[in-house]
């Protein structure tokens, strides 16, 4: 079946650090990656997407690569700011699951000033 | 501009109670889908619909119903309360062709 293994967290940084979150997944047929993000108290927000292998997916600063020979989408970030402080979740869809999303656990980022 | 909501945004009810929690969107999307979000466990798919009168059941469907009367709109309904139930709920919307889905701001429910 399909499956979403992100890094355990939480994830604390001090602000202008490099970020790495990572992403695995496994999938049937041909997925879609995502990143979603989910600042306190609202709902999730795509972040960013790459629907096939070798895509690279970008927004606000952030970017993943869809590796598809070590099935990974890891989200990177040069420098954070306090304002990512945030959850992050990575999700797929497989293309036989009919606009389903399978997330994984979700990783906590806070970054300190 | 297009938009998820919910309503209510905080509930408290007692075990045993019918609660229903309300989705309506404006994005004219076919698909819409129901997610709790626990501690430890993501998001995890309740129920979802494809277009009018057609509902499925997710991975954790039991003691949740939901019907789809217009394109607009997915209640999700808690036959009976359980302390279980607790937790945060979010619907949200796709359109078939692009596989983002668009999330509402959530309904955090607590079941005393």
């Not at chain 1, 990974?72 to 009919?98: N, R």
Request: glycine share 10%; net charge negative.
């Amino acid at each position: 079946g399909n499956s979403v293994t992100q890094m355990e967290g939480p994830v604390t940084l001090s602000e202008e650090a490099f970020l790495t979150i990572n992403c695995m997944y496994t999938a049937t047929g041909y997925p879609s990656l995502f990143w979603y993000v989910q600042y306190p108290g609202e709902g999730l927000q795509l972040l960013l997407k790459a629907t096939k292998a070798d895509d690279k997916g970008s927004n606000k600063g952030f970017e993943a690569t869809y590796r598809k020979e070590t099935t990974s989408f890891h989200l990177e970030k040069g420098s954070v700011q306090v304002s990512d402080s945030a959850v992050y979740f990575c999700a797929l869809d497989s293309g036989t699951s009919y606009g389903k999303l399978t997330f994984g656990q979700g990783t906590i980022l806070t970054v300190h000033p | 501009d297009a938009e998820i909501t919910q309503s209510p945004r905080h509930k408290i009810t007692e075990t045993g109670r019918q609660v229903t929690l309300a989705c309506h969107q404006t994005w004219n999307h076919n698909n819409m889908f129901w997610y709790r979000q626990d501690l430890g466990h993501g998001l995890r798919l309740i129920h979802y619909s494809y277009g009018v009168q057609d509902t499925n059941k997710g991975e954790v469907s039991d003691g949740y119903s939901v019907s789809r009367s217009n394109t607009e709109d997915l209640p999700l309904t808690l036959e009976s309360a359980a302390s279980s139930q607790t937790s945060v709920y979010f619907c949200a919307s796709s359109d078939s062709s692009s596989g983002t889905q668009y999330f509402g701001p959530g309904t955090r429910l607590l079941v005393l």
